[in-house]
């Protein structure tokens, strides 16, 4: 019987004297996945703010640098989600805020989740 599964390793050099259960998949390992691309890891993130405006608009993270950068998610209630990794800006005030859709979403104006 030859490996009938999709992901295994040995898929096309399997013999049929091998049992597939026996051999195939349970001793040889299954193809690794892919690197998840970074707007697959974005929708993945767990979110700790959201904003109301544009469909919904979740903020899965905010990564620390020499340019700050906002992770989030906007289209959550449309059943469309759409990630960003957008610049976080600072005003003349000390407001920071970022731009989604040239719309700026300061976050003073977002909720924060999961406290």
Not at 12 to 18: H, M, N, P, W
């Amino acid at each position: 019987m030859s490996c009938k599964a999709i992901n295994c390793y040995m898929y096309k050099t399997c013999l049929a004297k091998y049992d597939c259960a026996d051999f195939c998949c349970a001793d040889y390992r299954m193809k690794e996945d892919k690197p998840k691309s970074e707007k697959q890891r974005i929708l993945e993130m767990k979110s700790i703010a959201y904003y109301s405006g544009l469909n919904g608009l979740e903020i899965k993270t905010i990564e620390y640098g020499i340019d700050n950068y906002v992770l989030c998610v906007s289209g959550v209630w449309n059943g469309k989600p759409q990630p960003h990794k957008v610049r976080l800006y600072c005003d003349s005030k000390g407001n920071y805020y970022f731009k989604v859709y040239y719309f700026k979403v300061y976050l003073s104006e977002c909720i924060r989740m999961g406290v």
